[in-house]
């Protein structure tokens, strides 16, 4: 009798751990170690979201025939002691910071996984690159294709690009540290005040208020830009490779002043910096994948890294770029290497086929995470005597729509969390894309963060292109499009500097349209997410409008909500007006206050 396979993939240590399993190649579960353990980005062993995956496959550590781990911390370790000994004597302060962590830590992957797991079984490790490119191709829809994978840095790469075809993974090219568009990227988030792993996306959404006025100040001094999109840094700007900083005092001098402190206003030059950057970054990425057509030949790209976050470079390389088709790993990231990780033992190591139409990619729309159901959800509402109706889902779906519509804000909590950071209509927050003062209001009132922040649509599969110009799908929100002409309000933008563009009404559904008339689109289908989708038309059908916004069900600072208890904490703690839990409705004003003491003063704690 024929014994499943059991693979196991991880990635920590460093920004977003996570855990995935397969089971005879099929992906059942994958995991941020955050969700469980409600710290941000949290980096450390994923003790919490292996549990999860393996109850999930149904299995014990005695079952898993491998555990694969996302990089190889020795190749890792030696870029880190090369590049401190190569600035001495600047680099060898960074090193000793960094030595009792490595020495105590991460070189001792294998250790670490048996001790934490008492797992006695086979430990494989993959190169970091190669796992983002097998997170890429692998999951994607096509039987074959080139890929393309950027980011920071993982071993001594930091983008490479190669073809897959069937199970087969070739990486052909390779770019190296300290050269990386990830951390130029970062440099800029840095120097603009926001977080480094984790405000990049704050940045991109910063760029559309600034004007590109430093785009040619980077490409002169900052970097040297090769046709085929690859480059060198002038790394006496860069504080990354001998300091604690991104950039130096040499970098603050050539934009006009020091780096923003967090927290404070945003000056012009700050937006104009992330505006400049943006445009940079765009025609990299968009070299780098006309070089990969030129040299691979292929119809259809895979993108990985945590570059391919960058929704709007995406949206370059479909709208300007020359492939046919692209796919983006929805969990671009660090975490999603755990699951290319697991998919590379399986495919490339152990030989096994790839079964792919062409049309359907293989992550289940990425609700790869745990669930609730109705029975765990009631019971928690009624120990905790917490006021709700149930319904049936039909009935949860018209009253739901009939609120969207009145202009009320809805907390959304469906089915299995989502893997990766974008929340895709299982643990959102949604509401009425025409209302003009939505934005705004949720921003400030419901998310707790930055005013200028975009939100964004999801729209009907079947309707995105009435309303967007965008040919084809976004089902993971990982495509910037602009909203149709016709559905656009005319503006006086052009007038307008800065946060004053806000004010402009853009479009027929203001809420999500970011003020250069774009949006970062999902795409739903009902095979996808049958409640969701049903939803969304229920309100079509009422309005004649088939987009609502769709932001994460969280607060600044805090992960995704994962379990009943914490959408309830987040509903009772910010300006929702109801919240959807499963088939359970609760309305705010029909619930006691919730008490808040310091435990709760400290977990919203502005980051």
């Given at each position: ?14 920004h ?9 190649g ?14 941000k ?14 109850e999930e ?7 898993l ?41 991460k ?59 069937g199970n ?15 951390l130029?990227?970062?440099?800029f ?5 926001f ?19 430093y ?31 991104m ?5 603050d001098?050539?934009?006009?002043g ?13 937006m ?35 570059v ?30 755990a ?10 190591y ?22 609730y ?22 009935a949860i ?12 804000i ?17 643990r959102?927050?949604i ?12 921003n400030?009132?419901?998310?707790y ?55 402009s009404l853009?479009s ?18 009902r095979?996808d ?8 038309n229920?309100?079509y ?67």
């Open positions: 009798m024929k014994r499943n396979i059991y693979i196991l993939g991880i990635s920590c240590f460093y977003d751990s996570a855990a995935c399993i397969l089971d005879d099929r992906i059942i579960a994958a995991v941020q170690e955050e969700r469980f353990t409600r710290k980005h949290d980096s450390n062993f994923p003790k919490n979201a292996i549990d999860y995956c393996l496959a149904n299995i014990k550590v005695d079952d025939n491998f555990v694969v781990f996302y990089d190889k911390p020795f190749i890792k370790f030696e870029r880190i002691l090369e590049t401190a000994l190569s600035y001495v004597p600047s680099g060898i302060t960074q090193f000793i910071q960094a030595i009792p962590l490595w020495l105590k830590q070189l001792w992957i294998s250790e670490i996984i048996k001790k934490d797991l008492n797992y006695n079984g086979k430990i494989l490790f993959c190169e970091h690159h190669e796992s983002h490119a097998a997170s890429a191709f692998y999951p994607s829809p096509f039987k074959e294709a080139a890929f393309l994978t950027m980011d920071g840095v993982g071993e001594w790469e930091t983008a490479s690009f190669g073809v897959g075809k087969e993974l070739d990486i052909k090219y390779y770019l190296r540290f300290p050269h990386s568009l990830g130029l990227y970062s440099a988030t840095y120097y603009c005040g977080r480094v792993n984790s405000g990049e996306y704050k940045l991109m959404g910063l760029a559309p208020y600034g004007e590109p006025v785009k040619d100040l980077i490409l002169n001094e900052l970097i040297d830009l090769k046709g085929d999109g690859s480059f060198k840094m002038n790394m006496k700007y860069f504080g990354y490779c001998n300091s604690l900083h950039t130096n005092n040499r970098f001098r050539l934009f006009g020091p780096a923003r402190k967090p927290e404070t206003k945003i000056a012009q030059r700050y104009d910096a992330a505006a400049s950057i943006q445009e940079v970054t765009e025609e990299i990425m968009l070299r780098m994948a006309r070089h990969v057509h030129q040299v691979t030949g292929q119809d259809n790209l895979c993108l990985a890294g945590g391919a976050l960058n929704c709007v470079g995406n949206g370059r390389i479909l709208r300007d770029g020359p492939f046919k088709n692209i796919w983006i790993q929805p969990a671009s990231g660090d975490a999603g290497a699951l290319g990780a697991a998919l590379l033992i399986w495919h490339k152990l030989g096994n086929d790839r079964i792919v139409d062409d049309k359907h990619d293989l992550q289940k729309a990425s609700l790869l995470g745990p669930a159901d109705d029975a765990y959800i009631e019971k928690f509402l009624k120990e905790s005597n917490i006021s709700h109706r149930r319904l049936d889902q039909d779906v018209k009253e739901v729509a009939d609120l969207i519509a009145e202009e009320k809805i907390g959304w909590f469906q089915g299995r969390i989502e893997f990766g950071p974008r929340a895709l209509g299982s959102s927050i509401g009425d894309a025409r209302n003009p003062d939505m934005q705004s209001k949720m400030l009132k419901i998310k963060r930055e005013s200028f922040r975009p939100f964004a649509p999801t729209v009907l599969k079947e309707k995105v292109n009435e309303w967007f110009d965008l040919d084809g799908d976004s089902p993971y929100m990982l495509l910037v499009a602009s909203v149709k002409e016709e559905k656009r309000i005319s503006a006086s933008v052009k007038n307008e500097i800065g946060f004053e563009k806000l004010k853009r027929r559904i203001p809420a999500v349209t970011h003020i250069d008339y774009t949006a970062r689109v999902q795409t739903i289908a095979e997410n049958s409640i969701y989708y049903d939803l969304i229920q309100f059908q009422k309005t004649g409008c088939p987009v609502i916004i769709n932001t994460s069900f969280n607060v600044r600072g805090e992960p995704l909500v994962l379990t009943p208890e914490d959408a309830f904490r987040c509903f009772m703690r910010t300006e929702m007006d109801y919240l959807v839990l499963g088939n359970f409705i609760l309305d705010k004003t029909q619930q006691k206050p919730l008490e808040r003491d310091s435990k709760w003063k400290k977990e919203f704690e502005l980051d």
